[in-house]
């Protein structure tokens, strides 16, 4: 029997999930507002043109003063933001290699973010979609980046 089958099964499922899990509308799938330790999925992509899809999300933290980014994945800090790239674990078939993301020491925070970043570009699909907790089950390797 293939016991690697199951987990990948489980695997595309889960990060499925994830980055498909925003609204029917377009709108953003939101966290509990109260979590300390958020993330907003905000880009798939396949580790190309890696600077401008960076970009997008720079502009987007630059539009409000009270995101401050830091340098490493904050925890219970509102307003604290991280850009983090992450490895799809299982990517399959032609799917998204890599997320990028921003990390949130606050589900309001990650929510907020979100929701600018959709407003800001609404052509971007899937909609962010904002998670509370560890996403290691379907995420690997996170990279903050600048």
């Not at 987990?7 to 999930?17: D, E, I, K, S």
């Not at 509308?25 to 330790?37: F, I, L, M, P, R």
């Not at 401008?52 to 980014?69: E, F, H």
């Amino acid at each position: 029997m293939n016991t690697q089958r199951p987990a990948l099964w489980f695997a595309c499922v889960a990060f499925a999930t994830l980055s498909t899990n925003a609204l029917a509308d377009g709108s953003v799938k939101e966290a509990d507002a109260t979590c300390y330790s958020a993330t907003a999925i905000l880009l798939p992509g396949d580790g190309a043109n890696e600077e401008a899809r960076l970009q997008l999300i720079r502009n987007v933290l630059s539009t409000n003063s009270a995101w401050t980014r830091v340098d490493q994945v904050p925890q219970n800090r509102v307003g604290e933001v991280a850009i983090v790239k992450y490895d799809v674990r299982s990517s399959y078939k032609g799917g998204p290699t890599v997320v990028y993301t921003v990390a949130c020491g606050h589900g309001g925070t990650c929510n907020d973010v979100a929701k600018r970043f959709n407003e800001k570009h609404p052509e971007i699909k899937p909609a962010p979609a904002v998670h509370c907790g560890d996403l290691s089950a379907v995420l690997t390797n996170p990279q903050v980046l600048r």
